[in-house]
């Protein structure tokens, strides 16, 4: 991306993009074999970026104790920088995100970091800013998006994000250097919020990205009709396409022609509720997300890819009855599971 109009341009054509997880051995320590080696797999199996130091990533990596944050976006550029090349590949588009957090102070420090190790946007998670009024939250992202073009969050609140209504995104899209949204509210309501302020504030050049994972296909494939005009959510930055992920990237390739064609197979309802079940056993939305990580890493383990499904807070784990229920829907639903891709290509990516 040499500038922020082809980062838009690569956005708004839509790119499924997952959140990395941390790869760590069986002692808790962080595995660099093991983390060049998911994400040599999300680009052998086709993504469009990757976003690094996210949820998904684990906010522990800025505790001091594990001090991580710097090394695993460092990793991850130049993991992306050589296997991008590797094998006289032709040069592809690929967007780096960073995900940022904390204070005005620290999220400037990550989005400079982050930028001068070549990513080329920031997720800002608001998470720091819970409390605070929305102005200083317009104030904050406005003052982040100086040091590197910004991504806007809307984090559903059951996982500590907070409500923030129309009015709030109809003034976060005035921010110039806003690129896309990535909207995770769970809620159509308040999914519909976002894009009507998007709509509103005139910006055809901010991309929608969906993060809800409860309805991902139906996302993707509705037009939002407001005011005369019509907008898609072009694509998904999504912790749940950080696991069986070339099909994800097969299905999402699927998706950008049904909507071409303008006529929906009826087939795609059922695919959307099949992919609802999966998602809520690997995220554990039966309790209250609890094991959302460790089901991500849990895939990734019995696939060989992870060597366990360990987070570094040692209380983060599956919850009872996780692992039989990612049995059932791994057996109930075949066409979204990558095994035989993954075992083809396992110890080349390990190498």
């Known amino acids: 991306m040499h500038n922020i109009e082809s980062l838009r341009s690569h956005l708004l054509a839509g790119q499924a993009i997952p959140a990395l997880p941390l790869a760590l051995d069986r002692r808790r320590r962080w595995s660099e074999r093991r983390q060049r080696a998911v994400m040599r797999y999300y680009i052998d199996a086709g993504v469009g970026g990757i976003a690094v130091g996210v949820h998904s990533t684990q906010f522990e990596i800025r505790d001091p104790r594990h001090g991580l944050y710097r090394p695993v976006l460092q990793l991850a550029a130049e993991t992306i920088t050589e296997w991008l090349g590797a094998s006289g590949r032709a040069p592809r588009p690929f967007i780096r995100i960073a995900g940022l957090c904390g204070t005005t102070q620290?999220?400037?420090?990550?989005?400079?970091?982050a930028a001068s190790l070549g990513y080329h946007a920031g997720l800002l998670s608001l998470g720091a800013?819970?409390?605070?009024?929305?102005?200083?939250?317009?104030?904050?992202?406005?003052?982040?998006?100086?040091?590197?073009?910004?991504?806007?969050?809307?984090?559903q609140p059951a996982v500590g994000g907070r409500r923030l209504g129309y009015e709030f995104w109809r003034r976060f899209a005035e921010i110039p250097e806003v690129v896309a949204i990535k909207i995770a509210p769970f809620n159509r309501y308040q999914t519909i919020d976002v894009v009507r302020a998007v709509i509103d504030a005139g910006?055809?050049?901010?991309?929608?990205?969906?993060?809800?994972?409860?309805?991902?296909i139906a996302d993707l494939l509705t037009p939002f009709q407001h005011?005369?005009?019509?907008?898609?959510?072009?694509?998904?930055?999504?912790?749940?396409?950080?696991?069986?992920?070339?099909?994800?990237?097969?299905?999402?390739?699927?998706?950008?022609?049904?909507?071409?064609?303008?006529?929906?197979?009826?087939?795609?309802?059922?695919?959307?509720?099949?992919?609802?079940?999966?998602?809520g056993v690997v995220f554990d939305a039966a309790n209250q997300f609890a094991g959302c990580i460790p089901g991500i890493h849990e895939i990734l383990r019995r696939q060989g890819i992870f060597e366990t499904s360990a987070c570094?807070?040692?209380?983060?784990?599956?919850?009872?009855?996780?692992?039989?229920?990612?049995?059932?829907?791994?057996?109930?639903?075949?066409?979204?599971?990558?095994?035989?891709?993954?075992?083809?290509?396992?110890?080349?990516?390990?190498s």
């Open 106 to 113: 620290q999220a400037v420090q990550e989005a400079e970091l």
């Open 312 to 350: 570094l807070n040692p209380h983060e784990k599956l919850s009872p009855g996780q692992a039989a229920e990612l049995d059932r829907v791994t057996k109930a639903y075949p066409w979204l599971v990558d095994d035989a891709f993954v075992a083809r290509h396992l110890d080349r990516w390990l």
């Open 129 to 155: 800013l819970r409390e605070a009024p929305e102005k200083a939250v317009l104030k904050h992202c406005a003052r982040v998006a100086k040091s590197i073009p910004v991504i806007g969050f809307y984090l």
């Open 203 to 216: 910006r055809d050049d901010i991309a929608l990205y969906t993060g809800n994972d409860d309805n991902i």
């Open 227 to 279: 005011a005369g005009q019509s907008r898609q959510i072009v694509g998904g930055l999504l912790g749940q396409w950080g696991v069986w992920t070339e099909r994800a990237v097969a299905l999402f390739g699927e998706i950008k022609k049904a909507r071409a064609k303008g006529r929906l197979d009826p087939a795609w309802l059922a695919k959307n509720a099949a992919l609802t079940d999966a998602n």
